[in-house]
């Protein structure tokens, strides 16, 4: 089984610290965060990687090489302009020929991917997507009204939950069929059409073991995490 992570991303809600370097390759404690998730996949059992890579991709190439300072064997997908999550995936798919694990390179996951992958193989799913519960209390109240306009309840800034995804995927290769070349396509529109087309898709949902690194609050709250775990503050 492969893995393969998107790591083309520009990174622009992480300028300017985005300028120079490409988002995976922004440090986390003594290792840049591509480095994290290497890790992470290499102890779930999954010795081969594929990086999707683009903006200040030698960056990246000249880091990790070919794998084998890390562990596993590493092999470059490139594409010359940004192509979104699922225009990046495509350029994958001449790597892919069997079940495979897709990552976001912006995230950094400690939960048991061995775990993720056999329940996909259970249900038998054409795409499990990764999931987690998300609650967030509303800054405004909400006035419920009748089909006549009759105000008949007040519910001041109400707490709503759901699931989020978590951008980790277990994948059947078919799913690469469903997505254009050369084309900027993300990851939902391959889902819609995955479920247009009445192929399974399941969620797998992790309690806790997911960290998003999406923009600069977020990668000061990891790397002050990072920090602590080494005992640096």
Known sequence: MKAVILAGGLGTRLQPYTTFLPKVMLPLGEKPL???????????????????????????????????????????????????????????????????????????????????????????????????????????????????????????????????????YVMEPRVLKLIPPNKSFGMDDVIKRALARKNRVSGFTIKKGFMDIGDKNSYKQAYQYHLEKLGQV
């Open 34 to 168: 591509l480095e994290h998730l290497i890790g992470w996949i290499k102890k779930n059992k999954i010795g081969s990687i594929v990086l999707c890579v683009s903006y200040l991709r030698k960056t990246i190439e000249d880091y990790f090489e070919d794998g084998d300072r890390f562990g596993v064997n590493i092999e470059y997908a490139v594409a010359n302009r940004p192509l979104a999550t699922a225009g990046q995936l495509k350029t994958a798919e001449e790597f892919i020929d069997n079940t495979f694990v897709c990552v976001y390179g912006d995230s950094i996951f400690d939960f048991n991917l061995r775990n993720m992958i056999d329940y996909h193989k259970r249900k038998k799913a054409f795409v499990t997507i990764g999931l987690s519960e998300y609650k967030t209390k509303l800054q405004y109240g909400f006035i419920e009204t009748d089909k006549n306009n009759r105000v008949t309840g007040w519910n001041e800034k109400p707490e709503v939950k759901g699931h989020i995804n978590i951008g980790c």
